[in-house]
């Protein structure tokens, strides 16, 4: 008997998975120009990518990361001799 919703097999794991973003979407969240964004790729700088075929997909984790590695202290933090977290 077919049912149209899917049955979950025993033992299978929850694959749910994030949506992966464009260069576009990338891009406007960075603050930068796609074209940026592709030059850092080229270069090999910059946030790592996934490459499916001739798409360039970025993962929401990648980023959040990529944005953390680059976080620097203020001047003031500096200054005070404070330490960022």
């Known amino acids: 008997m077919n049912t149209s919703q899917p049955r979950a097999r025993e033992g299978e794991a929850d694959t749910t998975l994030e949506a992966l973003l464009n260069e576009y979407e990338y891009a406007r969240i960075v603050n930068r120009s796609v074209a940026s964004v592709r030059r850092d790729r080229v270069r ?42």
């Open 44 to 85: 090999g700088v910059g946030c790592p990518f996934v490459k499916l075929g001739a798409l360039v997909r970025y993962r929401p984790d990648d980023i959040r990361a990529h944005i953390e590695r680059n976080l620097r202290p203020s001047d003031q933090d500096v200054q005070a001799g404070t330490e960022m977290p």
